[in-house]
């Protein structure tokens, strides 16, 4: 039986001000098999700014039980809302994390995996892995297509992985409900291994609280996520503290390989987004040399971004050099983005192609296959994807946390804070972080660990060959696995993807937990 | 219930005053590009030999962090205590000549580590 404790009251080093508990049978999920549900509201007022500093936090939880049928099974759980202090080795509180558990009733510690997800920014809230992933609820969004209007149904999710393991949803510092301690503030942790260091303290102390140093531990990220969670692996196997896999979805290991985080003037190898762009072409039929994001048709291109355009752009970066015309136009058959777009810029950025593919048209970021008109709303941010999914997920989270989680707060869930503006990124002695070395030295220390990558075809911020060339710096025989899919940066948005990663990630847990 | 309904409504008004959402992974500030940029002109993405020694570098570094002696080594509860319980947890493995302490060598040796010379020659 894993220990799930109803009310927490703070560890007696925190100054733990309780100014308005309410405590309610049923908190609004529901209760199962008799047992009560407690309900719990926060006074405090938590603050994403960098200057915030916490100054009486809490460790009271919201605690409701619920149940959920997956494939036929019914599998009772229980949903944990609240605070939980990261603490330094010293046993300094440093920030107090809001986190969502989900944890399955009555399963056998030692042998039930826990896994935590991050979402990443950096300065985005875990909402959209919590919201739309793998939790034992999701929201619909029906995405590529933009017809389902807020609020977005909250439906029970085929697809959890609440029959897998146990999910704890975790705000980064100044995201989210989760803020710095004082004599902390935000801005404290507001930096690559800063970051990283305070959730390794979040996740050891989320373990020990619980009673669940024993299980199989797994770590899910998203986006920065993913760079996130290789730094974090590092320190938490240097702790001592076993990881048994790490899912990299829509990844981003190195800020300097990545030509989307570049601005101005170019200096960075787009190569390893020319599927994408191919991809996308071939979803609008504007592609003429493949006809779809097959499995044959992104091998096509990917070897041709390979083998050709790679070197043409290292030349044009190198020099203003274009190839011969026949190597433009390959280029327009396989996007179908005009010859004049990539004379203009032949290294080719997302922001150009998406801008140019289609006349008067801007496409998503997240997921290029999600369109608007220029000047319609959806394009008003620039973003038709993002802006699309935005409204429903910040709706959600304000109605599901004190209705369907029992947690209520005068706060703001900070959906997006500043942090990118005032973050520290150097890392591993370079100006942007590499986290590839940080995944090598979690494999030195521990060679069992497993590695998973998804991505999805149409994601033109993180594409999927990008993370392929990245990853192939690790040495043959590095304990990896790769799948990418339809769909954007959020690919468990998309109904036909879902699935396809569950039974992945269901085979991926199987071999990294070393169970039949 | 009332107190909730007033939370809720003031969340939400608070929530309509967010800022558009900043880009994930977003763009970091150009300063920080600049250096960057520079920097990758003479340091290319590691592989192999070069990569090890980047990955050994944070290992390192975690050593250099525990050892507030600065003595270049580790006794078990020093190791514990400063963060490197992995070096804790495998202590005796590592600790081949049986003197209690252990250096970042005999850490390397352990993980059967490239020797830093032959890494180093490799780099070039």
Known sequence: MIPTPPVRRGARLLAAVVAATVVTACGGGGSDGGVTSTAYVDANHYSAAASASLTTPNENTAVTHHSVTLAGTAIAYTATAGHLAALSSSQAAEASIFYVAYTADGAAAAARPVTFFFNGGPGSATVWLHLGSFAPKRLVTGVPATTQSVPFPYVDNAESLIDTSDLVFVDAVGTGLSEAIAPNTNQTWWGVDQDAGVLRDFVQRWLTVNGRTASPLFLYGESYGTTRVPVLTRLLETAGRRVNGVVEMSSILDYNSNCSVEGGTPTVNCAGFLPSYSAVGAWYDLATAVTSDSDADIATVTRYADSTYAPDAATWLASGTLPPADHVAALTSFTGLSTATWDQRFDMDYDTFRHHLIANSTLGVYDGRVSALVGSPLDAADDPSNSFVEPGFTAAIQTVLPGELGFTTPSTYVLSSDAIDTWDFSHGGRAMPDVVPDLSAALSLDPSLKILFLGGHHDLITPFHQTELDVARLPAGAPVTLHFHPGGHMLYLDDGSRPLMKAELAAFYAAATGAP | ?124
């Open chain 2, 1 to 124: 219930m009332r107190t909730t309904t007033l939370f809720a409504t003031l969340w939400a008004v608070a929530t309509l005053a967010q800022a558009a959402p900043h880009l994930d992974p977003g763009a970091p500030p150009p300063a920080t590009q600049q250096a960057a940029r520079a920097e990758n002109r003479t340091r290319p993405a590691s592989v192999g030999a070069t990569l090890q020694s980047d990955a050994e570098r944070h290992l390192r570094a975690s050593f250099d962090a525990a050892d507030t002696a600065h003595s270049g080594m580790l006794s078990r509860e020093e190791a514990q205590a400063g963060g490197f319980g992995w070096i804790a947890n495998h202590f005796d493995a590592i600790d081949t000549r049986h003197v209690g302490r252990v250096s970042f060598d005999d850490v390397r040796r352990y993980l059967k580590l490239p020797d830093a010379a032959a890494s180093a020659a490799t780099a070039k």
